[in-house]
DNA sequence: CAAACCCGCATGACACGTCAACCATTCCGC
DNA sequence: GCGGAATGGTTGACGTGTCATGCGGGTTTG
């Protein structure tokens, strides 16, 4: 076993930073939203999946892949939906195993309210506040770091 | 009311990634963290703060302040952790109200053998991948967005 | 066409985080 | 000093996320 690479004060620095801000921010969008519009982060994220969709369904597996959640999650998620009537779900035709998740009209009024409040809150906290540059590089990041876990994740 | 600003499509790519690569990062690293060594980022966390103090103890409104938690959060996982045995509270001489949290030789234990695993998942997932410029831009990122969180936090 | 395997999804148990309410102590102004 | 506010911390209820497991419908292979 080599010797541990700890993390140099600059990196210390970064990567607390980071873990710090983006703590934050989310916490703050996540409470703001809920408190604003009743819908979690998670809520919204499947509705904009679900609307996004042309006919406003999706099966689970699609949604669970625009989502990136694991299927146990999903699976209670939607349920907790179903039960608030943002979504409902119908047995699939084309396959017996299948479930086809539907927006609802309350979930569709849901997101369109939502939408511009959340936007605003995303330009507030973060968007309006960063350069081109630093968006730019941003985007970078997001990309390498998506890229790695992507090509080493050979699952379980 | 204004019209919305959207988010044009630079900004929604930006955002979109920076939410995505956030994500699975941060799933990444607690699943494995949690598997390997049978700690939580917020265990993990905790023992850090405590274990930097000099006597290795801390008033919950300190860890509070370093770990930026809600004090229920914290009082429910100081809890959980003095339930396996990870720290250990006593009652504050000096303030009739308040308690004391020690680490474990155990929480001690737990937190040596975590470090240097979890140091290196960091490089390996985030750190080294980026150019000394991508860090520099990330830690001025970090820094902007927690100031303007701090600097308009009216708190309730 | 049957056995074996895989896929899509649900479920139960449990850890976690938030909210709201609460209790006890201490601090502060008068 | 005393009444009230502020501080330090706990608790219970509830929604959420993970893990392990199960289950029935599909698909493949002989």
Redesign the interface.
């Known amino acids: 076993m080599s010797e ?4 140099d004060d ?2 210390q ?3 607390r ?2 873990l ?7 916490s ?1 969008l996540e409470r703001q939203l809920q408190r604003e519009t009743g819908l979690s982060g998670a809520d919204y994220a499947v509705l904009v999946s679900l609307s996004d969709s042309p006919d406003g369904s999706l099966r689970p597996f699609e949604l669970g892949a625009e989502v ?1 959640w694991e299927k146990s999650r999903l699976s209670h998620h939607l349920r907790r939906m179903a039960d608030r009537g943002l979504v409902k779900r119908h047995t699939c035709d084309t396959d017996g195993r299948g479930a086809v998740i539907l927006i609802t009209d309350a979930g569709r009024e849901a997101i369109e309210k939502a939408a ?1 409040y959340h ?2 809150e ?2 507030r ?3 309006d ?2 350069t081109p ?14 890229e ?2 992507a090509a080493e994740d050979p699952g379980p």
């Open positions: 541990v690479r700890w993390l600059r990196e620095l970064v990567w930073g980071f710090s801000m983006q703590s934050r921010l989310f703050r990136d511009p936007v605003e995303v330009r906290w973060f968007i506040l960063l540059e630093q968006l730019q590089t941003l985007a970078q990041i997001s990309q390498t770091v998506i790695r876990l």
